[in-house]
């Protein structure tokens, strides 16, 4: 019985590592569409913004299972005002508002202090020294990625989401590491 308690829990960890994993995954995958087709002027802008603006929602019912409804949709709030200050810093740039750019930059990285520190309050694993570095270079690039896209180096656009793709599961294992110490290593016998 001892075996199927722990072949049990390893299905679990696995299962929390895999939830993050996809969600880190689709954030970076659509905001680098959201980029592509803001670019381009593309017909799909709206649905593609339609599905990134899902993503919040998403970890939001993860959450949930762990936090609760408040705290699962305070972070939907605070990812969702992430993307949404993404989208208007893309878009100023495109434009070449640099004052605009400027505030939004200093909203985005304020954003991800509150976000990180949200974090840490309900998880304790979740610490703001380890996280939020992860948050900010995750910022960093993303900004890299869409001033290379919008400047037509798309070799350098193309490599710059290669590092935003293995950063995000960084993030997301941090997540799921967070969620395992907090809910299944220390409780299990």
Avoid at 76 to 88: G, P, R
């Amino acid at each position: 019985m001892l075996f199927n308690n722990n072949l049990s829990n390893c299905k679990n960890q696995i299962n929390v590592f895999n939830t993050f994993r996809k969600l880190w995954e689709q954030h970076v995958v659509w905001t680098r569409l959201f980029i592509i087709s803001t670019a381009a002027e593309l017909a799909d802008l709206e649905p593609v913004t339609d599905r990134l603006l899902r993503n919040p929602t998403d970890f939001a019912i993860v959450l949930k299972n762990f936090y609760g409804f408040e705290k699962a949709k305070e972070f939907e709030s605070l990812l969702k005002d992430h993307l949404l200050i993404a989208a208007s810093l893309v878009n100023n740039t495109k434009n070449g508002n640099t004052d605009a750019v400027n505030e939004d930059r200093k909203r985005w990285f304020k954003n991800a202090e509150d976000i990180t520190a949200f974090l840490n309050k309900i998880n304790p694993y979740w610490q703001i020294r380890q996280f939020r570095p992860l948050f900010y270079d995750h910022l960093k690039m993303t900004e890299e990625e869409a001033v290379y896209r919008l400047n037509g180096k798309y070799s350098s656009d193309i490599a710059i989401f290669d590092t935003i793709e293995s950063h995000a599961l960084q993030m997301a294992d941090f997540m799921a590491y967070g969620i395992l110490n907090q809910f299944y290593l220390n409780t299990t016998k």
